[in-house]
């Protein structure tokens, strides 16, 4: 592991026993007081040297923004950290190489990518958190929580909000929804064996048809995927020029190859063919002793 990776894990899992032992839980009814506007004299300080974790949703709309394809968008924004503790590819967004590591999007204005900027940037300065599934099911509670960045001086202005207006006028509806698709993959049941782990081949699959979209368009259309598979030809129309629907496909798929969930169906043929003379093979390893 390198140490960036190291003292990343380390601040993200002091955050975590911070968020549920010490701060305030707010519900979307409750109120706090905030605004960030060019007249703040930290104006665009907040976007220096911060670890901003994107899900597929974000790289979606931030390449697609910037008119540039996925592989792109990952060579030139994004920091792919590694480690052997990790059972789910991780992205995060890359900073500049100056002093203040500042943000590559950031200009005097603010945000130039601002209707497209990621979900950590319209979250704050809340965060949210939520307690553990329970047994039989049940979605652990949501919670909402204050960011006070030390030296953020928008806690000094009179604005005032509820948790549910904030929400609503930083377009977060979308983002929710495709974020809490994606936490169904990543924190999947199969993950809670602490011993479970992807193997590489499936880790970079992964990776690829969540987060480098056009080059799983590529797989799709340009392998034997679709012949194998039973899939309304109207969705198939919609993934060759649709992103978002490339990837609700990506995340059925994905539950399929991965999980052995029925979220797809596969042709009769194809199934009469392999019964009976494939093994089973393991989706998940585990580390030699």
């Known amino acids: ?45 907040c976007c220096s040297d911060v670890n901003i974790v994107l899900t597929p949703y974000d790289v979606l709309r931030m390449k697609n923004r910037l008119g540039i394809t996925s ?37 005097k204005e603010g945000c130039g990518i601002y209707n497209d900027r990621p979900w950590p940037c319209r979250m704050y300065p809340l ?54 698709a994606f936490k169904e993959l990543t924190l999947h049941e199969v993950f809670e064996d602490d011993e479970a782990e992807l193997s590489p081949e499936k880790m970079h699959m992964l990776f690829t048809a969540c987060y480098d979209l056009d080059k799983f368009r590529k ?24 992103d978002e629907a490339l990837l609700r496909f990506a995340y059925l798929w994905l539950r399929f190859s991965l999980f052995g969930e029925k979220t797809v169906k596969v042709k009769q043929h194809v199934a009469e063919a392999f019964k009976g003379s494939v093994e089973k093979k393991k989706l998940f390893t585990k580390e030699p002793a």
């Open 127 to 180: 965060g949210m958190a939520a307690q553990k599934d329970t047994e039989d099911g049940w979605r652990g509670d949501r919670f909402y929580f204050l960011l006070q960045e030390k030296g953020c001086m928008g806690f000094e202005e009179q604005k005032s909000w509820k948790v549910d207006e904030w929400l609503e006028s930083q377009g977060l509806d979308e983002y929710e929804e495709w974020g809490e």
């Open 219 to 242: 797989f799709v259309f340009e392998s034997t995927l679709l012949q194998r598979f039973e899939i309304d030809e109207d969705f198939v129309h919609e993934m060759r020029c649709d």
């Open 1 to 45: 592991m390198s140490e960036r990776s190291r003292d990343h894990k380390d601040a993200l899992g002091e955050l975590e026993r911070k968020v549920l032992e010490e701060y305030p839980r707010l519900g979307p009814s409750d109120k706090f007081q905030f605004s960030c506007h060019a007249g703040v004299k930290c104006f665009n300080k």
């Open 71 to 107: 592989s792109e968008f990952l060579d030139k924004y994004a920091l792919l950290p590694v480690n052997k503790e990790m059972k789910t590819p991780m992205v995060l967004l890359r900073m500049n190489e100056d002093e203040d590591k500042t943000c590559q999007f950031l200009t």
